[in-house]
């Protein structure tokens, strides 16, 4: 490990949990297994990404109830839960209930804005105030406020002979506010994120300023600084960072998994050449190979070497015994060689 690169403190993953529809059970066990795993290896962390009305983990939070009763250790965190989908009172509940379950080791990550595909949902979602919804930071404050235990409501107190009732969301987990994350890939969310006391998400997908060049390292890396000066600014100099890189380490691979594995990438690459859409966005690329050479190019990175923890994505598409495979050699080879040591 170069001296002049910081060591890695804390190791995790990424899963989309993917499922068959034919067996969605199958591929929800897949996932409870692999945290599972993951807490064997020594790994950190574990994540779920968010997918409505796909064939991924449409309900992280469930999931994480469920990890929290198979684990003791292991961190449990949504990389992201798209707000616009919640309402914020009751996911706060659903938060602090699981987040009790769990001993205190939920890490929530959200981001706001308008659903994806909304026209084609907004008449079940929100029938009767689609036009009115305000999918603003608004929505993500009122999240906070509620998690940190402020009052949603005057009333409170004993009704009857038993019902009794809160001012304020329960139950109440103290410690939560503190770990909630925004997911962020501008520099204004970004910025945003430091001085609302959120921790930061950075994955693999960021939106330049009209000023930037197409270089992802350096953009995530302006954003990280932007971040973390924000952050200082507003009382929160211990505000966390997290990188989420799609990483394939190859060593334990089979032939046949470093094929499967390459014709991934090479799939995905194109898309990580030019900026894509209105907005610009860009796509880092995914990182394959030994973890000798993964850390190389890890070190060279320059949002990489901005953090002090990372969430490294699984690919969405393979089998449990990949994941297996790549999981291992991440907390046996690619974690040390990045000056990480498991739990």
Do not use: C
Not at 21 to 36: C, D, F, K, V, Y
Not at 286 to 297: C, K, N, P, R, V
């Amino acid at each position: 490990m170069p001296e002049t690169v910081r060591r890695l403190r804390k190791l995790g993953f990424l899963t989309i949990g993917l499922f068959d529809p034919a067996n969605p059970a199958e591929g929800h066990e897949s996932t409870l297994r692999i945290i599972e795993l993951g807490e064997q290896l020594g790994f950190d962390s574990a994540w779920l990404r968010h997918r409505h009305l796909q064939f991924g983990i449409s309900s992280p939070v469930a999931v994480m109830a469920a990890a929290s009763q198979r684990t003791s250790r292991i961190e449990l965190g949504t990389a992201v839960t798209p707000l616009g989908w919640e309402n914020p009172l009751r996911l706060a509940e659903d938060l602090a209930t699981v987040d009790v379950l769990s001993g205190g080791r939920i890490n929530p990550g959200v981001s706001v804005g308008e659903p994806m595909h909304y026209d084609t949902v907004k008449h079940e979602l929100y029938p009767d105030s689609a036009d009115l919804e305000d999918f603003s930071y608004a929505r993500v404050e009122r999240l906070a406020r509620m998690i940190a235990g402020e009052p949603v409501r005057e009333f409170s107190g004993r009704q009857g002979v038993v019902e009794e009732f809160s001012n304020r969301v329960e139950p109440h987990s103290s410690g939560l506010r503190g770990r909630l994350w925004y997911g962020a890939a501008s520099r204004k969310s970004a910025e945003w994120a430091g001085a609302n006391g959120f921790n930061l998400l950075s994955s693999s997908v960021v939106f330049p300023e009209k000023d930037e060049e197409s270089d992802f390292a350096a953009i995530q890396q302006s954003q990280i600084h932007a971040f973390k000066a924000a952050a200082a600014a507003s009382g929160h100099a211990q505000a966390r960072v997290s990188q989420g890189l799609v990483v394939i380490p190859t060593d334990s691979a089979s032939q046949s998994q470093r094929e499967k594995y390459q014709r991934y990438v090479d799939e995905r690459t194109p898309r990580t050449k030019a900026p894509q859409g209105p907005k610009g966005m860009l796509f880092a690329p995914d990182i394959i190979g030994s973890s000798e050479e993964i850390a190389e190019q890890l070190y060279a990175h320059a949002g990489f070497r901005e953090v002090e923890e990372v969430a490294f994505a699984l690919p969405f598409s393979f089998a449990h015994e990949d994941y297996v495979q790549i999981l291992t050699d991440m907390a046996g080879k690619l974690g040390p060689a990045l000056g990480w040591a498991p739990a």
